[in-house]
């Protein structure tokens, strides 16, 4: 279980191949009702947006769709989930609207200033959030949107409780907390929408602007 616990930060081989193949299954409604928020969020032209962890591309897919006028980027540490991103959405790539990078946030600077930058379950993922909120925050234009759809902790499946904080992961148990380190990390505006119940939950996300 550890071992699968410690694929989901930077799926790689046979077996990564088949944790994004599940991560299309299990995660994309709460990817596209994230695009979805943030499209009826974000205000003015929207001419650049980028994608943290993009996974299988899904959440591209959708950002593609919903910001037709938009150049897209996706970046993720990953080559397995980059493979799986360009083949959903190889037609935006051929043509120039869809670039994928390997790497992390750092890449995020090649970018900037950015209006919109989009990161799905990927949080739990930095071992030192406030740097890589703030280094996010940097690469914003004034104005611009981050937008984090995650799950608190006591609605994650078992495994994940359990096994993501022994590979170092961060887990959040409020709301609240996450709240804290955006404002600290410059953001402001921070709000906060639930998909589903609030008692069972299918996924959360946070809107921060610059």
């Not at 499209?39 to 650049?48: C, M, N, W």
């Not at 591209?60 to 080559?79: H, K, N, Y």
């Amino acid at each position: 279980m550890s071992v699968i616990a410690s694929q989901f930060a930077r799926p790689h081989g046979l077996l990564g191949k088949l944790i994004g193949r599940g991560m299309a299954r299990g995660n994309a409604e709460l990817s596209r009702w994230v695009v979805q928020q943030v499209g009826e969020h974000a205000a003015g032209d929207t001419a650049k947006i980028a994608e943290i962890g993009p996974g299988p591309g899904i959440g591209l897919q959708e950002t593609l769709r919903r910001f037709p006028d938009a150049r897209v980027w996706g970046i993720d540490l990953s080559p397995e989930m980059l493979a799986q991103s360009r083949k959903r959405n190889l037609a935006e790539v051929r043509y120039g609207r869809l670039v994928l990078v390997q790497g992390d946030i750092a890449r995020l600077a090649d970018l900037a200033p950015l209006d919109i930058v989009i990161a799905n379950h990927v949080l739990y993922f930095w071992h030192r959030p406030a740097d890589e909120l703030a280094a996010i925050r940097a690469c914003l234009r004034d104005g611009g949107l981050l937008a984090l759809g995650y799950q608190l902790k006591q609605n994650m499946p078992p495994l994940a409780q359990k096994h993501f904080p022994q590979q170092g992961h961060v887990l959040y148990e409020s709301d609240e907390d996450l709240e804290r380190l955006l404002r600290s990390a410059g953001f402001s505006a921070v709000s906060n929408r639930i998909k589903g119940q609030p008692d069972a939950p299918q996924g959360r996300l946070a809107m921060a602007c610059a």
